[in-house]
């Protein structure tokens, strides 16, 4: 069933149901039910499990919490996943329905899975405003930075162990020569078979950097490998690849909290403060760009390191409206 363009239905269908659906709401389920056949056969089984779940609850007597847990052991639904998706009356209710379908014996993936023919399940997990660790079905490690995204398959089956990124992710992947590990993000592909590396796309270009073992990076009729201490970029405004060493260690700023200076210009600083920081740093006078910083700033607030900078290399730190100047 083709739900996986709106993953917001399941709590718009709950809100329906419970008749707290605003007119928006209600608008957008229906136009949802309306766009394809499949999700109207998708709404009838969500419906069907919403009035057992009704029938099995009053005669249910389980753990609550504990079934919550299996639940999310079974189906490898994470908190941070779940959480930021529905308010909290709407997440009472659906812990409630997983647990007593669970108690019946039916399971709500399991049911679902039951009901169509498709290709192995596919779980995606958002790291939302904050990092996050996940660990994938081989055993590897993926930390996601803020705002970025993975979907993998539930088992790893065939001959390659294929995973989709939107963002910015670490991996630690666990060895496995017979089965290569592939990293889509858009039209790059980072191949690997054992190894750690970063992964970082933007509007402007893909990222990646080598800590430990070799990463084959390619791009249409374009490949290229790096080893540690390099990286491969590539250019998403032109067909160029480019590969070389590693400037700086600040790729690694999120899953550290460290920023490593050492003889880092102010401008790659300020950079990299723009981005870990979501702030508006320029520099006021280009004289400045080049001045070099020697120093560490480990989980420091933005505030300490402005104030850093700015006795380091004797500058002033204004702030006009959003915006702070180096001067």
Not at 64 to 90: C, S
Request: aromatic share 8%.
């Amino acid at each position: 069933m083709k739900t996986e363009h709106n993953p917001n239905i399941d709590e718009l269908l709950v809100k329906s149901m419970l008749d707290e659906a605003s007119i928006a709401e209600q608008i957008e389920v229906k136009q949802w039910l309306l766009d394809d056949d499949d999700h109207q056969q998708y709404y009838e089984h969500f419906e069907l499990i919403w009035n057992e779940s009704k029938h099995f609850a009053q005669v249910s007597t389980v753990d609550e919490n504990a079934a919550w847990e299996r639940f999310k052991a079974r189906t490898r639904i994470t908190e941070p996943e779940i959480i930021p998706m529905y308010p909290k009356p709407v997440f009472r209710i659906l812990r409630m329905v997983a647990m007593v379908l669970m108690t019946a014996g039916v399971g709500w993936l399991g049911y679902l899975a039951a009901t169509r023919n498709a290709s192995p399940e596919m779980l995606t997990v958002y790291s939302g405003m904050q990092t996050l660790t996940d660990t994938l079905p081989d055993g590897s490690v993926v930390t996601l930075n803020k705002k970025s995204s993975i979907t993998y398959p539930e088992e790893f089956k065939g001959k390659v162990r294929p995973v989709q990124l939107t963002g910015e992710a670490f991996f630690d992947v666990k060895p496995d020569k017979t089965k290569p590990f592939l990293i889509s993000v858009n039209d790059v592909t980072v191949k690997v078979v054992g190894t750690s590396f970063n992964v970082k796309d933007n509007a402007s270009k893909t990222e990646v950097i080598v800590e430990t073992g070799i990463v084959e990076v390619s791009r249409a009729d374009q490949k290229v490998r790096i080893t540690p201490h390099e990286e491969a970029t590539v250019v998403k405004a032109s067909s160029e690849m480019q590969k070389g060493r590693t400037g700086d260690e600040f790729y690694n700023y999120y899953r550290t909290r460290r920023l490593f200076c050492d003889g880092t210009p102010l401008w790659r600083l300020v950079e990299i403060l723009n981005e870990a920081y979501e702030a508006d740093i320029v520099i006021g006078n280009e004289r400045l760009a080049e001045l070099p910083i020697n120093t560490t700033f480990h989980q420091s607030s933005l505030e300490s390191i402005l104030g850093v900078i700015s006795e380091t290399l004797s500058l002033k730190v204004e702030r006009h409206g959003g915006q702070i100047i180096l001067k």
